[in-house]
């Protein structure tokens, strides 16, 4: 049995009462209220649940679009309904169910009157428009909820979905793990104030967690969640209500004015590993914002704004689905005005996140401006898939024959490969190349309308940890090449011709519908020893002759550029792509300490940031670099940075950048 407030009628009126039954049927009831007559009772509809062991379901609600119920089950899924509760329907209802309607205290014979469920067959058996089978794993939804035009769902998994409903489907934005050891998540409650409560059980403790300050509110030892509880707050006071042993146990506590002041809001609990810019947005009577995006070792990711008139930071959202650290970030392109991915909504992009323990996130964020918000940006979040390695093991066939994959492997760095959405198929897949701890480099596929992401493709030319990687299009006159350059500890750089194996993969993609075995990257065109250790930064810029910049940065403190010109071989005899170094320009001692971030920001103009806190800008010229000027920044440890250009209005262009480390800086 379960209680849920009826649609379209005021609260403590009418309520609906939805009973589970034999072979999967669910009935709603509506039971209306009248002081001093007993309740009068109508059948509204039937439902049948899906088959599984334990058919019955858990939570339900009505949605307020009308003419929906979305209800979980005790498998874990969700399941939505059509419902109706129209004026005809009432009638029929009513008519067939008039048992039970006599005054209390009056004629005892109403027993002998029939019941209303005796005429259930009148009424039509619904089956599910939309199931999302096993969402909460197989311990059940324990409850539903809607807000913002949003529905929310919990269960005894953990996390609670965001999802919205997309015609008459129920789609999943994404999934929230609000607190490590929160293993029983019971209920949400949406403050007045804008922050979101979590209410659940660790342990033998009931919990309250507040998404805004991600904290415990309470921590109240009752035994567990297999009793009957509650709980009610409001401005003045909070109390907890549960059984224990047979006895109804309270706590109750006053509310106490606040004396704690946030001074500075928290970004990540650990040091920050990655940093991207997805753009700016402009929102009436505010500043321009920048929008970022972080990964940190704290296991999270965050989308923040940041303007550089306030110099405040203000998280957004954060992506909590790594179970560790966030080593690497990719956008799918760069967006902003007059970009493909920017349009009338704001910024519109997708986002790859990647790190420990073999795992890729990806993500399409819809950040917009919102005047009415604290931020002054909403930002959307749809998580569009993921993919592990070691779950890519458990499905190949024969694997008590292999070798398992190393469960340590970390995913070091990501890079989207341009100009592959293959307009020419149906379906287009994006391709995503990673870097590998296991000396590996692997070429993901990305199918974002079947939310599928595949390994497709792999090599492990380098024989020890890649640290970067970097794709790019080569268009010139003789063909299209998709290039990609990887870097390893041994301070060598490879360059290679990914063409061949992203066509074959499209291919055996499209006919096999999203399932292949991984192929063979083959062998680089061309290896550098570029560095005498680990290559820690890497950036490439093509020239407007249409040669291409390879900028690298090393842990030795050194900065290596080469030119390189891709030749196309023409006719059968010479098919192939060729690379020539063109120059090579070595800087030793560049930087007293590892080179972890560089950018060409023109073909003469280099940016270089060091772990020795120094940002050097310098001046390419024949065969050497020249510092041109230096500039200390304030992160200590830095992981990244990145860079951007913009368009001053007397048309100067204006270089800005973000360094992340243990902090975040943007000068």
């Not at 005498?532 to 050194?558: F, K, M, W």
């Amino acid at each position: 049995l379960g209680w849920a407030p009826c649609p379209g009628q005021p609260p403590g009126a009418t309520t609906a009462l939805l009973a589970s039954g034999p072979d999967g049927e669910m009935l709603w009831l509506d039971v209306t209220h009248r002081p001093g007559q007993a309740p009068w009772v109508r059948l509204m509809g039937r439902y049948l649940l899906p088959p599984c062991k334990q058919r019955w379901h858990t939570c339900a609600a009505f949605l307020p679009q009308g003419g929906l119920l979305v209800c979980g089950d005790r498998r874990g899924s969700l399941l939505l309904f059509p419902c109706s509760s129209s004026p005809e329907w009432a009638v029929e209802s009513a008519s067939i169910a008039d048992g039970g309607t006599s005054p209390v205290g009056e004629d005892t014979g109403s027993g002998s009157e029939p019941s209303c469920l005796s005429h259930k067959g009148a009424l039509p058996l619904e089956a599910p428009l939309s199931m999302l089978f096993g969402l909460h794993g197989k311990m059940g939804v324990t409850s539903v909820t809607c807000h913002g035009g949003y529905i929310y769902s919990t269960g005894r998994d953990g996390c609670f979905h965001q999802l919205r409903l997309q015609g008459q489907q129920l789609e999943v934005l994404r999934k929230h793990r609000p607190c490590k050891g929160l293993q029983w998540i019971e209920e949400l409650r949406f403050t007045p104030d804008g922050d979101l409560l979590v209410l659940g059980f660790h342990a033998d403790n009931f919990v309250v967690w507040s998404s805004r300050t991600g904290e415990n509110l309470h921590c109240i030892p009752c035994g567990g969640g297999h009793r009957s509880w509650s709980y009610c707050s409001n401005a003045s006071a909070e109390a907890f209500a549960f059984v224990k042993c047979g006895d109804v146990m309270l706590y109750h506590r006053e509310a106490e004015p606040c004396e704690q002041q946030v001074l500075l809001e928290s970004l990540h609990g650990r040091e920050i590993a990655c940093v991207r810019r997805l753009g700016a947005v402009e929102v009436p009577g505010h500043a321009t914002l920048n929008i970022f995006v972080t990964g940190s070792e704290d296991t999270t990711a965050c989308v923040l704004a940041l303007s550089k008139c306030s110099r405040a930071a203000m998280p957004l959202t954060r992506l909590s689905d790594h179970i560790s650290s966030v080593r690497a970030l990719a956008l799918a392109s760069p967006v902003g005005p007059g970009d493909e991915g920017f349009g009338d909504e704001g910024l519109c992009t997708l986002l790859f996140s990647a790190g420990g323990r073999a795992q890729i996130e990806c993500y399409r964020l819809l950040c917009a401006g919102d005047p009415a918000s604290e931020s002054a940006v909403a930002c959307q979040v749809i998580h569009v898939a993921s993919h592990r390695l070691d779950k890519h093991w458990e499905r190949k066939k024969n694997r008590h024959k292999l070798v398992k994959m190393d469960p340590e492997t970390r995913y070091m760095s990501l890079s989207v490969v341009p100009g592959t959405s293959s307009e020419q198929l149906l379906a287009p897949w994006k391709f995503l190349a990673a870097a590998c701890s296991d000396g590996s480099v692997r070429v993901f596929g990305l199918l974002e309308a079947a939310r599928k992401l595949v390994l497709v493709a792999e090599s492990f030319h380098h024989q020890r940890c890649v640290l970067k990687v970097e794709a790019f299009l080569h268009t010139r006159a003789g063909g299209e090449r998709h290039l990609l350059c990887s870097a390893a500890t041994d301070g060598s750089v490879a360059f290679w011709d990914i063409t061949s194996p992203i066509t074959d993969a499209t291919d055996a993609l499209h006919r096999a519908e999203g399932e292949i075995q991984p192929l063979a990257l083959g062998t680089p065109l061309l290896t550098i020893m570029a560095h005498s250790c680990g290559v820690n930064s890497l950036h490439i810029r093509e020239t407007p002759e249409g040669q291409y910049l390879v900028a690298s940065g090393s842990d030795d403190g050194s900065i290596h550029i080469c030119l390189l010109e891709v030749a196309l071989g023409r006719g059968e005899a010479m098919a192939g792509t060729c690379l020539r170094v063109l120059e090579r320009v070595a800087r030793p001692c560049a930087h007293a300490a590892h080179v972890t971030g560089i950018r060409v920001l023109q073909p003469d103009l280099l940016l270089s940031a060091s772990v020795d806190q120094r940002l050097t800008l310098w001046h390419r010229g024949p065969g050497r670099l020249d510092a041109l000027s230096t500039t200390f920044f304030h992160v200590p440890d830095l992981a990244e940075l990145d860079c951007w250009e913009v368009a001053e209005a007397g048309g100067e262009l204006r270089y800005y950048c973000v360094l992340c480390g243990r902090g975040l800086e943007m000068l």
